[in-house]
């Protein structure tokens, strides 16, 4: 550790000079204190036009606000894990009355929305769901519509999100 100090002390010198010890206690130091834990994360909602869904059909939201970590594939929908942790999702929509829209991973449900058709006085209705899920590098997250004519509004009203908490 003198060295170290030493190298910290002398940082004001033009030029430092580091001798291999030194050096591997630096990278060492800094190693230890600092996060290597990638940061994951994505935003997308839809953007272009009101989407008409048919039972089974995954959500494809097309405009990208982030995708850190590059998980989120908008021509598909889906989110694959590029490292294993605890995610944080949140599935938001504006939709018509009758619609299910099923958060799935590996096709299996960890949340769901519904606007039920007692409500079809109302022509949209906001609806949202939030889940912590851990995941294993590879899995896939995405957002499908589980009946006929699911009806998703556009413009920043239906979204998407993901983030990697630890």
Same mark, same amino acid.
Not at 91 to 108: Q, R
């Given at each position: 550790?003198?060295?170290?100090?030493?190298?910290?002390?002398?940082?004001?010198?033009?030029?430092?000079?580091?001798?291999?010890?030194?050096?591997?206690?630096?990278?060492?130091?800094?190693? %230890?204190?600092?996060?290597?834990?990638?940061?994951?994360?994505?935003?997308?909602?839809?953007?272009?036009?009101?989407?008409?869904?048919?039972?089974?059909?995954?959500?494809?939201?097309?405009?990208?606000?982030?995708?850190?970590?590059?998980?989120?594939?908008? $021509?598909?929908? /889906?989110?694959?894990?590029? /490292?294993?942790?605890?995610?944080?999702?949140?599935?938001?929509?504006?939709?018509?009355?009758?619609?299910?829209?099923?958060?799935? /991973?590996?096709?299996?449900?960890?949340?769901?929305?519904?606007?039920?058709?007692?409500?079809?006085?109302?022509?949209?209705?906001?609806?949202? $769901?939030?889940?912590?899920?851990?995941?294993?590098?590879?899995?896939? /997250?995405?957002? %499908?519509?589980?009946?006929?004519?699911?009806?998703?509004?556009?413009?920043?009203?239906?979204?998407?999100?993901?983030?990697?908490?630890?």
């Amino acid at each position: 550790m003198g060295l170290l100090k030493s190298l910290i002390y002398n940082n004001t010198k033009a030029t430092v000079t580091l001798d291999s010890s030194a050096l591997k206690q630096l990278i060492k130091l800094l190693s %230890e204190s600092s996060n290597h834990s990638p940061r994951i994360s994505f935003s997308v909602y839809v953007k272009s036009n009101v989407l008409t869904l048919g039972a089974g059909q995954t959500i494809k939201y097309d405009a990208i606000l982030t995708n850190d970590g590059n998980g989120y594939d908008d $021509r598909t929908g /889906v989110f694959k894990c590029p /490292v294993a942790g605890t995610y944080m999702f949140v599935v938001d929509s504006l939709s018509k009355p009758g619609i299910w829209l099923f958060l799935k /991973v590996n096709n299996n449900a960890v949340g769901k929305l519904h606007v039920s058709v007692a409500n079809k006085e109302k022509p949209f209705v906001q609806i949202s $769901r939030t889940v912590i899920v851990r995941l294993k590098s590879g899995d896939h /997250v995405r957002v %499908e519509n589980y009946s006929n004519n699911g009806i998703i509004h556009d413009g920043h009203y239906s979204g998407f999100t993901g983030v990697r908490l630890f």
